[in-house]
């Protein structure tokens, strides 16, 4: 069982980069090991630090005024190759949601597969967050998913965001695919007796 999502109110980090693909995520070359922990160190190792491996000041990971549960991305987040450890290396930093105007599909089904959350915005939503965290590092964003909505709490707009109805009961409830069949199985049986006697 992995821990619940039901409502997520955080500050935000924002990364106002359109196309962020998940060799920038997570570099190739630390994607030796095959469990899920210890990936967040190297979370945007290449844009985290230099070459002699000195944290980059300007990179906002690095910016003490940001910080959260919640990583707002430009456009086309999670592009290029299907490595599962991208959504590994975010959730094990610490984030459990991902918002952003557009997801690429394998990413998003990654997260959804290991408990991050990804909130898929319009543009035009997304501008708001990237203008208010802006002036106000401190602003909070609430994340309601039973509701499916997505709330601004510095102005209180909202918008809906879609969500796979099976994989929305899997975060709810902390289930991966086998504790959701494990939930389930008075019924599998009860069908299979019913079908056995017919």
Not at 141 to 167: C, M, P, V
Request: glycine share 6%; net charge negative; charged share 25%.
């Amino acid at each position: 069982m992995a821990e619940k999502f039901i409502t997520l109110e955080s500050t935000v980090v924002p990364l106002p980069v359109e196309n962020v693909d998940t060799d920038q995520i997570i570099p190739a070359r630390f994607l030796k090991a095959t469990t899920r922990e210890g990936f967040g160190d190297n979370l945007f190792r290449d844009w985290r630090y230099d070459k002699d491996h000195r944290p980059v000041s300007s990179f906002v990971l690095n910016q003490p005024a940001y910080s959260g549960k919640v990583l707002v991305a430009g456009k086309n987040f999670g592009s290029g190759s299907s490595r599962e450890h991208a959504a590994w290396a975010i959730f094990d930093y610490g984030f459990r949601a991902v918002v952003s105007s557009f997801f690429a599909d394998i990413f998003k089904n990654n997260s959804l597969n290991n408990g991050l959350l990804p909130v898929q915005v319009s543009p035009v939503f997304l501008a708001k967050i990237f203008a208010e965290t802006e002036k106000h590092p401190q602003t909070k964003i609430r994340i309601d998913l039973e509701n499916q909505e997505i709330t601004l709490s510095a102005t209180g707009e909202k918008e809906h965001f879609d969500i796979n109805a099976y994989k929305k009961a899997c975060l709810i409830n902390g289930y991966d695919d086998i504790d959701y069949l494990l939930s389930i199985k008075d019924g599998i049986a009860a069908y299979e007796q019913k079908a056995a006697s017919a």
